[in-house]
């Protein structure tokens, strides 16, 4: 499914149930791969060492209970019915709730905000139908006016983006070794311990060493394989339950339940923290909701995952009240023997699925994070040109690897694998109650009344779960706080560096009377040819524009500042990517260009972002806009700018492109612009035929067009931030050893931009923060 497809499916009303029923189908592979596979070690976590061997089935029908209450309260009633609801245009996970309440409270982590993105059509407040109330409207206004409650907030929604990354670790871990666990009854205790974790390994490393294909290539056996293992578990669960214990149905009440704490105690408590993993995998229901739309993950859900998921946890349970046999109470001591290696095989590849989803998320949950400033730079490799949200990260890929096998290898069971995964699932849970609630009250201005029963209800429900899970932190459950410790210090290490050196910027920034006083000119040679000067700032001349012009002896005719930023909205749409004006009068040849994007965009490789950056330009010059008449009034670009839309979108100049090249242009109204990179592709300017054209503006078009076949540079600053004398000593840390170290190992804005090497100019700039 492509991007666009995915928008438009998720913005419209109204689909065909024969759209809802396949997205549904497909759904089942992407989304409740890691979901599916949680019977394969709940029953093992729940019973491991807390629970003592009993006679009686009080903890068995206590744990079916629990399981039973807890898929149907938090996944069914939170998730399907009120979390999916909390879309952000079609996008979901922790991001886009932070994104919602960036935009209705007016509070972003991003520095170079604009009014102008507020313009944006994928902007629009979706409030309820409901005035504001007035506490709601005091907690916004105390949102937008104090930053201690904005950065609590950043660090809210970070805190649910580590833990997501550390179940990037953890599940495929859990996942591939519980599957494998099922060799421990064809050998000997002896012999499957040196089997199963060099196994499981060997699963782990194809696994991640398959990843920059892309699942693109094995995408479409998902589903069947997700299918199949629901079918699977849900008829072992049928042939259990009238086999052994037709009456297993009891223990869906919600007494046992009771009684099975009243008994257990202590250990029944801790109980939980094995319990809680029969709904990992949940949060994928909403993480991924921008690959299909509400309607048909509710009935993936509904109609196929939960009544399977239920059938093999009562298939289980009906099994055990037999056979107490809790020191092997494992999945596969409930699948008959003459299926149990079909049933592997199966479970295996339904482990992969799983885990693969769980990868594909972690990278596009970074992917979300560098968009917004919130971690360093990685290399985005797009594997499929048609799949949205295909994207590979190779540095992400083998930290992912390396640490899943360390804690495969480490822990050698799915006892302290399943403590630590726990402890991961219920805090993403957690925080995105949390952001609910806000979003309750400030999206949706609905009374706070029901944001606090909200987050009572589920609040308190995921505070038992949690406290479980966090009693066992020296048996397992130390690793995803670990794991999320150093990704937030990364995170955080990140933002705080960006923002200082933008601060740095705004306040260096170049006086618009200094560039008039120069002169058209700009006091040195300009030579043909387009240079474009990468800057962070939105508004003004930066800093560095004043290193070029007093070190570099001649400078392009054409000057373009170029911004490329992102915007806490999922996406951009084509038409309102660019914002262009003018810098100065029109003589100096003088632009801004501000290219937005959203967290979810796919950027475009440099042939494209250049073909649509030099018609967006054509596109403003032949518009007409005039430039501001005053100094004062240039300071105010953001009022000046105009929205101009990529090539495909815009009736007015026309591009097309030929690679004949003897072909020549037929009128005098047709220029060819010859490619630098690809010899015989040539893009040309169409101008429409208006006598009314200013001569002018005719004069700016051709010297645009004489500027591009000479060709463009890059000009992009190579920063050197360094903490200011007198700074204290932990900004000293963070800045000169932290940022410092994160800024010269990540990726240069040369490769996150797609530029060629030989069009980049680079200069030098040391920062004092």
């Not at 922790?94 to 209705?104: N, P, Q, V």
Request: aromatic fraction near 10%; proline fraction near 4%; charge should be neutral.
């Amino acid at each position: 499914m492509d991007m666009e497809g995915s928008f438009y499916q998720n913005s419209v009303k109204k689909e065909s149930w024969r759209t809802v029923l396949t997205l549904a189908y497909q759904s089942l592979g992407v989304v409740y791969g890691d979901l599916s596979t949680s019977p394969l070690y709940v029953y093992k976590s729940a019973f491991a060492e807390d629970i003592q061997h009993s006679e009686t089935n009080e903890e068995i029908y206590g744990v079916l209970s629990f399981v039973f209450w807890t898929l149907t309260l938090i996944p069914l009633l939170k998730y399907v019915f009120i979390v999916l609801r909390a879309d952000d245009n079609g996008e979901g996970g922790t991001f886009a709730l932070y994104s919602l309440l960036c935009r209705h409270a007016r509070v972003s982590s991003l520095p170079n905000c604009q009014l102008a993105d507020e313009a944006l059509s994928t902007y629009k407040k979706d409030g309820g139908s409901r005035p504001d109330k007035s506490v709601g409207s005091s907690l916004k206004s105390s949102l937008e006016k104090h930053k201690v409650l904005q950065r609590l907030l950043l660090v809210l929604a970070l805190i649910g983006t580590c833990m997501v990354i550390g179940d990037g670790v953890l599940t495929p871990a859990i996942s591939v070794f519980s599957a494998v666990s099922g060799l421990e009854l064809s050998m000997s205790k002896k012999h499957h311990e040196y089997v199963e974790v060099p196994i499981a390994c060997f699963i782990l490393v194809c696994l991640f060493a398959l990843q920059h294909y892309g699942t693109h290539r094995v995408g479409f056996l998902f589903a069947p394989i997700v299918v199949t293992w629901l079918l699977c578990i849900s008829t072992i669960g049928v042939y259990n339950i009238f086999r052994w214990n037709p009456h297993v149905y009891q223990a869906l009440s919600p007494y046992y339940m009771y009684k099975f704490l009243k008994k257990t105690q202590r250990s029944g408590w801790m109980s939980l923290g094995g319990i809680l993993l029969c709904i990992t995998g949940s949060e994928a229901m909403f993480a991924d909701l921008g690959h299909f739309s509400q309607l048909s993950i509710k009935i993936a859900f509904t109609s196929v995952v939960y009544p399977s998921m239920i059938l093999a946890y009562m298939g289980q349970a009906a099994y055990l009240s037999q056979h107490h046999a809790i020191e092997r109470i494992g999945f596969y001591v409930s699948v008959p023997e003459q299926i149990r290696w079909p049933v592997l095989a199966i479970a295996i590849l339904a482990a992969v699925v799983g885990s693969q989803a769980i990868i594909t998320g972690t990278f596009s949950i970074i992917k979300q994070c560098s968009a917004l400033g919130c971690f360093p730079r990685v290399k985005i490799v797009h594997t499929s040109s048609k799949i949205h949200g295909q994207i590979y990260i190779p540095e992400i890929n083998w930290i992912l690897m390396l640490l899943c096998l360390a804690v495969t290898i480490g822990f050698r069971d799915t006892k302290r694998l399943g403590n630590a995964s726990g402890l991961a699932v219920i805090t993403v849970m957690l925080v995105t109650t949390c952001l609910m609630s806000l979003v309750i009250v400030l999206c949706w201005n609905q009374s706070v009344f029901l944001a606090v029963l909200f987050i009572l209800f589920f609040g308190s429900i995921e505070a038992l779960y949690f406290s479980a899970s966090l009693i066992k932190f020296l048996e397992g459950a130390w690793v995803p706080i670990a794991l999320s410790f150093i990704f937030m210090i990364v995170m955080c290490v990140w933002h705080y560096g960006t923002l200082k050196k933008y601060e740095f910027d705004l306040q260096n920034k170049v006086s618009i009377n200094w560039l008039l006083s120069l002169g058209p000119s700009l006091g040195i040679v300009r030579v043909k040819g387009i240079g474009l000067i990468n800057t962070e700032l939105v508004s003004g001349i930066p800093a560095i524009f004043s290193h070029f012009v007093t070190n570099l002896p001649a400078f392009h005719q054409v000057l373009v500042f170029l911004c490329i930023k992102s915007v806490p909205v999922p996406y951009v749409r084509p038409e309102e990517r660019f914002l262009i004006g003018h810098i100065g009068p029109k003589e100096y040849r003088l632009y801004r260009c501000i290219v937005r994007y959203g967290y979810r965009d796919v950027h475009k490789d440099d042939l494209e972002f250049e073909k649509d950056l030099i018609f967006s330009l054509a596109e403003f010059i032949r518009s007409g806009i005039s430039e501001p008449s005053k100094a004062d009034e240039m300071e105010k670009d953001d009022e000046k700018m105009t929205v101009v839309g990529t090539a495909m979108h815009i009736d007015g100049i026309q591009l097309c492109e030929d690679e004949d090249p003897d072909e020549t242009p037929g009128t005098s109204e047709l220029r060819e612009i010859q490619s630098p990179v690809l010899a015989r592709k040539r893009v040309r300017f169409v101008l429409p035929e208006s006598p009314q054209m200013d001569t002018s503006v005719r004069e700016e078009l051709e010297e645009l067009m004489d500027a591009r076949e000479a060709g463009m540079a890059f000009i992009l600053g190579n920063s050197y931030v360094r903490a200011k004398r007198g700074s204290s000593m932990i900004k000293r840390l963070v800045i000169n050893l932290g940022y410092d170290f994160f800024r010269r190992n990540c990726r240069s804005p040369v490769h996150s931009l797609s530029i060629p090497h030989a069009s980049t100019l680079e200069v030098g700039m040391i920062y004092h923060v």
